[in-house]
């Protein structure tokens, strides 16, 4: 159930982080709504910090359950990769593909999540670039593939293991391999973008400077009381 609950959120995160690239603008509105702007019209950071506090929880109880799938020795790693090579079996495969990716996330997402849990009103367009700049591309593009490629591989494992998809397993994992391919490169074209705000930002005068926007969703001047 974790894990299908975290791959619908990847997709409505893809969505809402590649808003940026529409417009500065969109995103910021975007922000501004999820911060519950819309009531009393100025933003509520706490809303912030509850969603992205309840996704890190989702992302804890997800791992706590997955460990007991985990090799817990290296013997076990050894045993595993053997069986993997004998097998030549697809989902064995991915099995053994979601384990490294689960291992790349562990490393990365905990990271990405306390930042924005210790500064929520830094998520904007701006200061949000800012900050994947100073992480760098690499480092987001790893975060980027290790995270689409095992929540999509998740999300076949699900559709497979609950039944919902009745038809052959060759034509999921075609559609599957599409959409993660689609993902990878939006993502990859957000982070860019991303990126590229972040590299004219700390050059600037002010790059700590909050993003205002041309056209707000919002009254700006009811925000700032």
């Not at 619908?8 to 603008?25: R, Y």
């Not at 506090?53 to 989702?58: D, E, H, Q, R």
């Not at 069986?83 to 291992?103: G, N």
């Not at 497979?160 to 074209?189: D, Y």
Request: aromatic share 12%; proline share 4%; glycine share 8%.
């Amino acid at each position: 159930v974790t894990g299908g609950l975290l791959a619908i959120f990847l997709f409505c995160h893809m969505a809402f982080t590649s808003s940026i690239q529409v417009s500065e603008d969109l995103f910021w509105n975007l922000v501004a709504t999820s911060g519950l702007t819309f009531i009393g019209g100025t933003p509520h950071e706490w809303a912030h910090v509850v969603f992205i506090g309840a996704i890190g929880l989702l992302v804890c109880i997800h791992g706590l359950c997955a460990l007991r799938r985990f090799p817990s020795s290296y013997h076990q790693c050894r045993d595993m990769a053997k069986h993997v090579r004998l097998v030549h079996h697809f989902d064995t495969s991915l099995w053994a593909v979601q384990i490294v990716t689960a291992v790349i996330l562990l490393i990365c997402v905990f990271p990405h999540i306390i930042s924005m849990l210790t500064s929520p009103s830094n998520i904007g367009p701006w200061l949000s670039g800012l900050h994947a700049y100073h992480d760098g591309l690499l480092y987001t593009l790893i975060f980027l593939i290790a995270a689409e490629v095992h929540g999509l591989v998740g999300l076949y494992r699900v559709l497979v293991k609950w039944g919902v998809w009745s038809g052959e397993r060759e034509g999921l994992r075609r559609v599957m391999l599409v959409i993660t391919v689609l993902m990878i490169c939006c993502g990859a074209a957000t982070a860019w973008k991303y990126y590229s705000i972040g590299a004219a930002r700390a050059v600037s005068e002010n790059p700590s400077a909050h993003y205002t926007p041309v056209h707000p969703w919002y009254d700006l001047d009811q925000m700032k009381n």
